[in-house]
């Protein structure tokens, strides 16, 4: 019996960006041929963690997040490998301070 070729490891390509109000976070990550079963997300405050794989690639990473949201509520759909999560801001986005580009 032969040794099955070894998984390559990546990190996911991500996206994170708020919505106009600065209510919401939506958080995009492209996860070519992988299916929903095979996806483990899990959430937290003010960061999440994602595992998922298909036949040859097995996506890992740990990622902060911008501000805190609420993970109760977040919402997850996977289409067609891309990932989309959609997670309300706890208290809204709290921007610092813009910094003008010279």
Request: with cysteine; charged share 25%.
């Amino acid at each position: 019996m032969e040794n099955p070729l070894p998984k390559i490891i990546k990190t996911p390509v991500i996206a994170m960006y708020h919505d106009d109000k600065h209510e919401n976070l939506t958080i995009e990550l492209e996860l070519p041929d992988v299916r929903d079963d095979h996806i483990t997300l899990v959430m937290h405050e003010n960061s999440f963690y994602l595992k998922a794989f298909s036949d040859s690639v097995e996506y890992l990473g740990s990622f902060f997040l911008d501000g805190p949201v609420d993970p109760e509520r977040a919402i997850a759909v996977n289409n067609n490998g891309m990932l989309t999560i959609k997670v309300p801001y706890k208290g809204g986005f709290m921007c610092a301070r813009t910094i003008p580009i010279e």
